[in-house]
């Protein structure tokens, strides 16, 4: 076997093991930018920070929607307060639980829609928002 026909060999067989590992893409594994009115999410691999028009959270495990598309995640939740932050000023975080549902969008080809409620610790609930993947939050920070 000539040289350059042992190293279209091994360049095929390279080829043929990478497309043999390549990790399939698991659907159900929810990540990117949601954003709608007075709420955003931006989900990562496993982690999410939330934003409010006066608040912040975070998720602090992947989110992967079920069968029906909902989801239950814990995480954290921090009322911010109006104005200018002071030095020193601590802000109250408390745990919380992120749930909700993923459905389709509207349209053939439209961007999935997220209902999103959350549950605090001290017993408050927030919601529901409605988030667009793809969208930046539409806040309004608290002044």
Wanted: hydrophobic share 40%.
């Amino acid at each position: 076997m000539g040289r350059i026909s042992k190293f279209l060999l091994l360049g095929a067989a390279a080829m043929a093991a990478a497309s043999c590992d390549t990790a399939q893409v698991d659907r159900n594994h929810v990540v990117g930018i949601w954003g709608g009115p007075h709420a955003g999410l931006d989900l990562q691999d496993g982690l999410g920070d939330a934003e409010f028009d006066c608040a912040a959270g975070t998720i602090d495990d992947p989110l992967y929607a079920g069968a029906d598309g909902s989801f239950s995640l814990k995480g954290s939740y921090r009322a911010g307060a109006p104005g200018p932050v002071k030095v020193g000023q601590i802000f109250r975080s408390q745990g919380a639980v992120y749930s909700g549902r993923i459905s389709a969008g509207p349209g053939k080809n439209s961007a999935r829609v997220m209902t999103l409620q959350i549950a605090l610790d001290d017993g408050t609930s927030l919601g529901p928002f409605t988030l667009t993947e793809g969208a930046p939050p539409q806040l309004t920070r608290c002044l």
